[in-house]
């Protein structure tokens, strides 16, 4: 099946830790974004990338590290810098650019930071 | 700078009621607009998106919004609802050019009463 890939669905850090989520694509799509929502502020962009070994931070990028090194996967670091992790975390893709395109959306990572 | 306002946090409404959910945006330019669904636990949809013509658009699950250029808005009708039709729906904006970023709005919560 055509689709984003969110991994893993459910995830549980202690404070102080790295964890990687993961987006792997096999829409075809060049670009690809990270997006945080938390209740009541819907959706904020953390990093995005256009093409390959390429991408530009977002509104809300302290804290978190991306790497784009295949077209097909996007994974999003979060980091111990990251002061309030906790959050659903959301991949999406694009043919073109989003601002005229249509976004694909993964079916997301919940975070809980204990 | 690009803004949108969805004043309405959360809407119930009766099955087989009509719905309309507001977006007001603020953009320079002419606006690129969108409306995306979100269901629990899940990923944004598309539902519609205006970029120029006519101004009244047509878009999946029997949803249409109209974009009022005099009044900055593009709000979300639905002549009647359906049970499934609960979920969290968001309006989003964006300029086109190459920043690739879609700006969305805090999201309305739709409940349906049988």
């Known amino acids: 099946d055509g689709g984003i890939t969110q991994s893993p669905k459910y995830l549980f850090r202690k404070e102080g830790q790295n964890v990687t989520l993961s987006c792997e694509q096999n829409l075809n799509h060049d670009a690809m974004y990270w997006y945080r929502q938390d209740p009541g502020q819907g959706l904020r962009l953390i990093y995005y990338?256009?093409?390959?070994?390429?991408?530009q931070k977002g509104d809300i990028a302290e804290g978190y590290s991306v790497s784009r090194e295949k077209k097909e996967s996007f994974p999003l670091t979060v980091t111990s810098a990251q002061k309030n992790p906790t959050a659903f975390y959301l991949c999406?893709?694009?043919?073109?650019?989003?601002?005229?395109?249509?976004?694909?959306f993964g079916e997301g990572s919940r975070l809980t930071v204990l | 700078a690009q803004s949108v306002t969805q004043p309405d946090i959360h809407i119930t409404v009766s099955e087989g009621a009509s719905l309309e959910l507001r977006c007001n945006y603020s953009y320079g330019a002419t606006p690129y607009l969108f409306w995306y669904v979100q269901s629990p636990g899940q990923g944004l949809q598309l539902l519609l998106k205006y970029f120029s013509g006519d101004t009244l658009v047509q878009g999946i699950k029997g949803f249409e919004a109209e974009f009022k250029r005099s009044q900055s808005s593009f709000n979300l009708r639905k002549p009647s609802v359906h049970w499934s039709d609960a979920a969290e729906y968001f309006c989003a904006v964006g300029g086109g050019g190459a920043t690739n970023k879609l700006i969305f709005g805090t999201g309305t919560l739709l409940a349906v009463q049988p």
């Open positions: 999406a893709t694009s043919w073109g650019a989003a601002t005229t395109g249509e976004l694909f």
């Open positions: 990338s256009q093409i390959v070994n390429d991408f």
